[in-house]
């Protein structure tokens, strides 16, 4: 009878999202200009000048205020400092469709994100235009990767 | 399914006017090779060269390495979905050209690595320094976006690769190893004492750079599924990866997964082995976790004992590692990891970006943040163009005599995370 009850309870907030066949709600923290770009008008994007760390520091802001991550805070085979760009999807408090981790999973991931920085110091800082540019290319594209994963 | 693999001793490349294989010579005509590459309109230039083992020669920023294959009996062809028709291959006969490689080179991205030394230190480093490498540097067309160059470089490769396991086709093999996997109930009957263990191979799949390919699928796209291991050495698994030099799995590597040869070589003997699970290692959080999930589940509907996992790359992958060992695990079905390490430039750092108590069992390929000194040598095939900033350099990577300061993760194939190449950690 419980069962019954919670299966067509209003309230089963999760169900009803579901029928609705709503997408994850989401926001794309960002310092890379060509994902701001790219997704600016499809997407809510919350773009700063700072440093790919700052972004981090950014995403625990608003994990602390609810947001849960959607991909991975660390690149696949690029060190943190090699790299001066960062785009991070969080999802945003008000939704309640599923995600993978919870928002202290997400707290968590960014503090070990964090610790890859003090672990890799090897920083590399260039003004060079067209390294730069390569730079947001692949940024773009993992971010691009994750996007798709979201609105699937 | 069963398949013979005819090993074509290959023990010298030459130039010459016409192309064939002869008293096991290579000889190639480059005006044969180039209109190979250049069908494709996104490609202007090629220049082939040749790096022999012991050779002062520096190539880099490698992109792909390949070993020329030719099918000449059974389905399908080399690179089913990339080259061939997608039929399942894996079963028949393939000739491989041993003891050499195609090299794609080419500047995708300027902060691209990928070195192979022919002499010196860092010579031990990559097991390509043994094969004799033609190597083919790709010019772009200009403006070409780098998802276009990237693409139309590695398709190149394969084709130069499958152009040149044709002049095989009619050689007798020098030597001839049979690989031969059972059905599930098959196996069961024939080794019923034996373990039953599987191989999951994690295939990068992070987006430009950090791509795989399986049948021509970008391996993103799949969930994890079931591979006769047979299949890979006919090159239904093929490199879309430029980074990260040291831990990438070039299409070699796959062509010849030394985790599946050893595996053979105890099949029936030591245990039964089962089958090849592949999944892929996505930057998304969910498919992080339904791949892991599907993993396990394969794992323990396949009722294996115990399982090998290897990884490619580090960093948000070493995430997925974890979640496949840990799950697995809690399906009672033991597992043994193959990574590798950046534990800093002093080794002391924590070596994985993730880590989990069910994470007993560890095989590692070295740790990639170690410095060494490469000297100059006397020929550079491609460019040092951007060498101070290629991933696992430094501002001070470019010295004043001409030797670079780099760590292991610049050397294509240095810690390989299936175990291809000789180091490890005391």
């Known amino acids: 009878m419980l069962y019954t009850f919670m299966w067509h309870s209003p309230f089963n907030f999760r169900n009803c999202y579901l029928f609705r066949g709503g997408r994850v709600k989401y926001r794309i923290l960002t310092n890379n200009p060509m994902v701001a770009e790219e997704f600016n008008l499809t997407h809510e994007v919350a773009y700063s000048d700072i440093s790919a760390k700052e972004i981090l520091g950014r995403a625990s802001e608003g994990i602390s205020n609810g947001e849960i991550l959607l991909n991975h805070p660390l690149y696949g085979s690029l060190k943190p400092n090699e790299t001066p760009y960062r785009s991070l999807l969080l999802r945003k408090k008000e939704d309640i469709s599923f995600t993978a981790i919870t928002n202290e999973e997400s707290a968590a991931l960014i503090v070990k994100a964090l610790g890859a920085y003090e672990k890799f110091t090897d920083k590399k800082e260039t003004t060079d235009t067209k390294l730069l540019k390569d730079y947001q290319v692949v940024d773009l594209s993992l971010t691009a990767s994750a996007v798709a994963a979201a609105d699937r | ?426």
């Open chain 2, 1 to 426: 399914m069963r398949l013979e693999i005819g090993k074509i001793n290959i023990t010298d490349i030459r130039f010459a006017d016409s192309s064939k294989i002869e008293g096991g010579v290579l000889y190639v005509n480059p005006e044969d090779l180039k209109p190979v590459v250049l069908e494709d309109d996104k490609l202007k230039g090629v220049v082939f060269d040749i790096a022999k083992p012991g050779e002062s020669v520096r190539i880099t920023p490698v992109k792909d390495v390949i070993e020329p294959r030719v099918k000449v009996e059974g389905k399908g062809g080399i690179f089913p979905g990339m080259i061939a028709k997608v039929d399942t291959v894996g079963s028949g006969k393939t000739l491989a050209l041993k003891g050499m490689a195609v090299v794609t080179a080419g500047k995708i991205v300027g902060f691209q690595e990928g070195i192979i030394d022919m002499t010196g230190p860092g010579a031990d480093y990559t097991p390509f320094s043994k094969t004799l490498n033609l190597v083919m540097v790709c010019e772009p067309v200009d403006d070409l976006k780098q998802h276009d160059y990237e693409k139309a470089v590695r398709m190149a490769g394969f084709r130069v690769a499958a152009k040149i396991g044709e002049l095989a086709r009619d050689l007798t093999a020098d030597e001839t190893c049979v690989y031969e996997t059972c059905g599930i109930k098959e196996g069961i009957e024939k080794y019923p004492d034996l373990p039953r263990v599987g191989y999951v191979s994690m295939l990068q799949t992070q987006g430009l750079l950090h791509d795989t390919y399986v049948y021509g699928v970008d391996a993103k796209q799949i969930i994890p599924t079931i591979l006769s291991p047979t299949e890979i050495m006919d090159g239904a698994i093929v490199s879309g990866n430029c980074v990260s030099a040291c831990d990438k799995n070039p299409t070699y590597i796959h062509q010849n997964n030394p985790v599946v040869e050893d595996m053979f070589a105890e099949h029936g003997k030591s245990f039964n082995f089962v089958c090849q699970i592949i999944t892929n290692e996505n930057v998304y959080l969910a498919d992080k976790e339904r791949s892991s999930n599907m993993t396990a589940k394969l794992c323990r509907i396949l009722d294996l004992d115990g399982v090998i996992v290897t990884q490619e790359g580090f960093g948000n992958p070493d995430t997925d590692l974890i979640m496949n060992c840990k799950k697995i695990e809690a399906e009672g079905v033991k597992t043994v990891i193959v990574t590798d390490e950046y534990a800093g430039r002093d080794g002391k750092s924590q070596s994985l970006a993730d880590a989990d108590p069910a994470a007993d069992a560890v095989v590692t390929g070295g740790n990639a943040n170690e410095v060494v000194i490469l000297p100059k040598l006397d020929k550079v095939i491609g460019m040092l163009d951007y060498v101070n900033v290629i991933a696992g350099a430094s501002d001070k990577t470019l010295r004043d005599d001409g030797s670079l300061e780099v760590e292991l993760q610049v050397i294509t194939g240095a810690t390989n995370e299936m175990g291809f190449g000789r180091l490890s950690a005391r």
